[in-house]
């Protein structure tokens, strides 16, 4: 049985849901409730006892398990829900292996260099050089309000504004562009976003996984470049190893 067998063998889903959602009803062979995910009047969520599992046939219409259940509400990644329910179940999970260890400090350290780099480039935004760069939002009509909440900011034209930046601070070269960040080319490591307006990407959980960026001078080719591929990107459902963890 593999690990994610046992936690759900020892849990009962419905007991599970029912400590989020106390209205919770029994109604025939399954439990129903308002959809904790979706704002509704007449209940549509349902929870199945006999397969273990939950449906909104709301308009979220979608289901899983008592595992995807945390995950949603709680608002966690798949490892981190499997995590608490094995706790609550009484299961141990096995340790991270040392490649699962570094992977998810890589990725710590990734999420912290794309932080540092917002803040940077919002101080350029608001600072001096970034007085284009502000024209040139007002124009496109992105008015201060909203440079505020998408967090917007701007690369300066430098090779290695950015770059020296964050190494000042102790991020290396290596996670810079790992994060999509730098490039590496014959002559060592540069911005990969130079003289551009940034605008953040973050994921579900507010997570700053990557940025767009638009060429502000006409010419400059492409004129929305991204964050390419990287291991923040990765979205196979792979993170953190979890391929690996029903091996335990
Ligand atoms: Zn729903």
């Known amino acids: 049985m593999s690990v994610i067998d046992d936690v759900k063998s020892r849990l009962d889903i419905v007991e599970v849901v029912s400590g989020y959602v106390p209205e919770l009803k029994k109604a025939g062979r399954t439990w129903k409730a308002r959809c904790p995910f979706h704002s509704e009047r007449t209940p549509s969520f349902a929870v199945d006892p006999e397969r273990q599992t939950w449906h909104c046939f709301g308009s979220c219409s979608t289901g899983g398990d008592v595992i995807e259940f945390v995950r949603k509400v709680e608002n966690l990644d798949f490892r981190e829900a499997l995590q608490r329910l094995a706790e609550r179940a009484g299961v141990e999970l096995r340790a991270p292996s040392p490649r699962e260890r570094e992977e998810r400090e890589q990725h710590e350290r990734l999420l912290a260099a794309n932080e540092a780099a917002a803040v940077f480039w919002q101080a350029a935004l608001a600072g001096a050089e970034g ?4 024209a040139y939002a007002e124009r496109r009509g992105l008015d201060d309000a909203t440079v505020r909440a998408w967090q917007l900011g701007f690369a300066p034209d430098g090779w290695r504004s950015l770059t020296d930046h964050l190494v000042a601070r102790g991020f290396s070269e290596d996670d810079l562009i790992e994060a999509g960040l730098a490039i590496k080319g014959d002559r060592g490591v540069y911005d990969r976003f130079r003289y551009r307006l940034i605008f953040p990407t973050r994921d ?19 004129k929305y470049l991204n964050t390419p591929q990287t291991p923040l990107f990765d979205k196979s459902g792979n ?10």
């Open 131 to 134: 007085g284009e760069a502000r």
């Open 204 to 222: 579900g959980r507010r997570r700053l996984i990557g940025f767009g960026a638009r060429a502000m001078r006409p010419g400059d080719e492409p």
């Open 239 to 248: 993170l953190y190893g979890l391929d690996r963890a029903g091996d335990a």
